[in-house]
């Protein structure tokens, strides 16, 4: 019996494959996660129904299971036009999530091409697409190491 909150299986077979560095993609509904990933990275769909699974409840089921070193998120480009809104609300969330969880890690916004390009690397093993409709809400977890 595990005692992680997560316990998909596909979820959990990539995690335990994964390394330090590796890097997980949790991609909200908007997210082109056919197109947008590393050359070996393995996608699993949570997209249920529109916001059933949010990024948020795979962030909290994720941070569970490994720990992490790293957490971005896709930042807004100045010339976005949500980017006068500021900060998306749902970052909020992931901040109290990651607290939640003992995680002391800042959120490091990574602008969209270059999020992009992150994604893009041999580093990126899983992306989670969820169903979530909030806008700006792409996650990146950088695997860490275990310790004593």
């Not at 999020?115 to 700006?136: C, G, K, M, N």
Request: hydrophobic fraction near 45%; glycine fraction near 6%; charge should be negative.
């Amino acid at each position: 019996m595990l005692k992680t909150t997560l316990i998909h299986p596909e979820i959990l077979r990539v995690l335990a494959r994964a390394g330090h560095h590796s890097r997980i993609l949790i991609a909200d509904g908007n997210y082109p996660a056919a197109t947008k990933r590393g050359p070996q990275a393995e996608i699993v769909s949570l997209n249920l129904t529109p916001g059933i699974v949010t990024v948020a409840q795979t962030l909290r089921a994720l941070l569970s299971a490994v720990p992490v070193e790293h957490v971005a998120v896709m930042g807004i480009p100045d010339d976005d036009p949500y980017a006068l809104r500021g900060e998306p609300p749902v970052w909020n969330e992931f901040r109290a999530i990651l607290a939640e969880a003992g995680v002391k890690l800042p959120l490091e916004p990574i602008l969209k091409w270059e999020f992009y390009r992150t994604i893009e690397s041999p580093d990126h093993v899983l992306t989670i697409q969820t169903a979530d409709q909030s806008l700006w809400a792409n996650v990146v977890l950088t695997v860490g190491c275990r310790t004593a």
